[in-house]
């Protein structure tokens, strides 16, 4: 609607919902429905549907910014690296990836006990808004399962079928172990390569915060603290001919 009418950033100012203000009841909501779409170049539309994501409270004002720019004279804006806003922008997409990734590799399901259904449930706390935009990937890869994602910004329901968004949640909704954790904290710590341990790097891929979440984590510790005696054991164990390195 400000596209259509032409209305520069300079005389915009945005908020969420969350954060009314005692202009709202000047904007018509009609006016909105009846605004003709935006073409916008490919790279453009996939940035701004990574960027609405961001917690960052001016990622609206950026993003009018970036289309108000495009649909003015620079084109071929996103071409340049080096400006600005295409930067900052560029930042946010790259935390929300992040994010998305994170969730797709440390989210862990636990079958809920006492319940007639097959049912699984997992806790995850993301720092952006991306549950909406990470659905599919679940969906897909658990299609056959009967599940539910509960984070502090809403949740995912699957019945094999249809999928549902429901309300917050908070940690202790997602309480429980069931018995594949056992044996996947056997495998990881069969998996453990103390000669190779770098404690820096494996934080970076595997932050703290997400440790609650993972029932392998709890190993981590004690991993940790007994490699150096356990490659100790290794070398003392293996007959020195074995440990040359081939010519």
């Not at 910004?153 to 019945?159: A, E, V, Y």
Request: proline share 8%; hydrophobic share 45%.
């Amino acid at each position: 609607t400000l596209i259509a009418h032409d209305i520069p950033p300079s005389r915009v100012s945005w908020q969420t919902a969350a954060s009314p203000t005692l202009f709202d009841a000047l904007f018509d909501v009609q006016v909105l429905a009846d605004a003709p779409p935006i073409a916008l170049p490919r790279a453009a539309a996939e940035l701004i549907d990574l960027v609405v994501c961001h917690r960052d409270r001016e990622r609206y004002g950026l993003l009018y910014d970036l289309v108000w720019r495009l649909r003015h004279g620079e084109p071929a804006l996103l071409d340049v690296p080096s400006d600005a806003l295409v930067h900052r922008l560029s930042m946010l997409a790259k935390a929300v990836r992040r994010d998305l990734h994170k969730m797709h590799a440390f989210l862990r399901f636990r079958r809920v006990p006492d319940v007639d259904e097959e049912r699984y449930v997992a806790w995850f706390e993301p720092q952006h808004f991306i549950l909406e935009a990470t659905a599919q990937f679940f969906v897909d890869r658990f299609r056959s399962l009967v599940w539910s994602i509960l984070t502090p910004i809403g949740s995912l329901h699957w019945d094999g079928t249809a999928l549902q968004q429901g309300p917050a949640s908070a940690r202790g909704a997602a309480t429980g172990h069931d018995d594949f954790e056992a044996g996947w904290a056997t495998y990881f710590a069969s998996t453990f390569n103390p000669a190779r341990l770098n404690t820096g790097l494996m934080q970076q891929h595997m932050p703290k915060r997400y440790w609650p979440n993972l029932p392998e984590a709890k190993l981590i510790p004690d991993l940790v603290r007994n490699a150096a005696s356990r490659v100790e054991g290794i070398m003392t164990n293996t007959p020195l001919a074995s440990r040359k390195k081939d010519p």
